[in-house]
């Protein structure tokens, strides 16, 4: 029988582990505007295969849910509303972020890797469903989105029926998007003009319907929808994402309202301390230069709810979500779990001690003679 201080601890421990993985506390705080909570921070490098299932470090949001699978974890869209998506229940400060994934295919669908902080800095990858050749580019900053110049359309070959390799890697003087091991953009913090990302970024990815007729005309266009969902439903698959903080510490801070990266303060930790840590990217080929941009481009990405649908600047927020920290005492693995810090501080008792007894006098009735 499990003993009541092992069901009590149990409890306790899913209770918690659980209040970590789904609870999502809203706001609308802005830190340029007023001061707001510090934002959870990675400070290492995680490695996550989704085809083992739900890990604590990416909790699902949006409209619907993701499910796992063999081939990783899925994004569906089905039906008008739906814009299932995983975001991290942390915050990178500079880094790199690695996803392996097929895009969903559809007019109007639009598969998001998207990089977003608190003052709606942002880098993104998106996907749309009409065109498997190609993928999309784009950043903001401070969530300007009065101009859409920034967008780029880049090289991606039958990104919705192979597995590729998206990257993102991201620094103070530098972003880079490949795609498998092609650099396919660098954009340098002069080349942006005053509006390079520079401030603690949440992951997000998903899937969701551009195209779907309550959109905007000018989203619905961009995706080249409208929708039609009686073809559906349209899958987007993320087999793994390596994520790597280039910084340390346990959570990031604004010092002030100026939104510069030098701003940015770690508890416990050093802002680039992991910088160059994260090991080296196998680089293969550079494509050639996108041309033109392309406008009426949304930010945000994924889903109603999102900055897609945000037209003022500055936005001040309507609903952002900002994760719980990780608690004293509990840990994030290299696995992206979130586990007690002693990985055998809690555990049922050993089932062999509890049986042992009834085995040794079966044994013994066997053999003809009393324990």
């Excluded at 149990?10 to 707001?36: D, E, F, K, R």
């Excluded at 073809?231 to 990031?252: E, F, N």
Aim: aromatic share 10%; hydrophobic share 35%; proline share 7%.
């Amino acid at each position: 029988m499990v003993s009541p201080r092992w069901k009590a601890a149990g409890a306790t421990a899913v209770a918690l582990l659980s209040s970590i993985v789904s609870a999502q506390t809203w706001t609308a705080c802005n830190p340029l505007l007023t001061a707001c909570p510090a934002d959870p921070a990675l400070g290492m490098t995680i490695n996550v295969d989704f085809s083992k299932g739900a890990v604590g470090t990416f909790a699902s949001g949006g409209g619907g849910s993701p499910t796992y699978g063999d081939g990783g974890v899925s994004f569906t869209v089905a039906k008008s509303g739906d814009s299932p998506q995983l975001d991290s229940v942390f915050y990178i400060m500079f880094g790199r972020v690695e996803v392996t994934m097929k895009a969903a295919p559809g007019n109007g669908i639009v598969s998001s890797l998207v990089l977003q902080s608190d003052d709606l800095d942002e880098i993104d990858f998106e996907w749309l469903g009409y065109d498997s050749g190609t993928v999309q580019t784009n950043y903001f900053s401070k969530g300007q989105t009065t101009t859409y110049n920034r967008g780029q359309f880049n090289p991606a070959p039958n990104n919705q029926a192979e597995y590729i390799t998206y990257t993102i890697d991201w620094t103070s003087e530098r972003i880079v998007w490949y795609v498998g091991g092609t650099t396919v953009r660098t954009l340098t913090m002069s080349d942006a003009a005053g509006e390079y990302p520079q401030t603690p970024m949440q992951v997000k990815f998903g899937a969701w319907s551009g195209g779907d007729p309550g959109n905007s005309p000018g989203t619905i266009e961009w995706s080249h929808g409208p929708t039609d969902y009686s073809k559906g439903p349209y899958t987007m698959l993320v087999k793994s994402a390596v994520v790597s903080d280039y910084s340390t510490g346990k959570s990031y801070s604004y010092s002030d309202n100026s939104g510069t990266w030098q701003s940015i303060r770690s508890e416990g930790g050093e802002i680039n301390g992991n910088l160059g840590k994260a090991g080296q990217l196998t680089v293969t080929a550079t494509a050639a230069a996108a041309t033109g941009s392309s406008p009426s481009v949304p930010a945000g990405g994924i889903g109603k709810g999102s900055t897609s649908t945000q037209t003022g600047w500055p936005w001040t927020g309507t609903g952002t979500s900002k994760p719980n920290p990780v608690p004293d005492g509990w840990i994030i693995t290299p696995e992206g779990k979130i586990v007690p810090s002693a990985s055998n501080a809690i555990k049922p008792p050993n089932a062999f001690l509890l049986a042992g007894p009834l085995v040794l006098g079966i044994l013994a009735l066997v053999g003809g003679r009393r324990p």
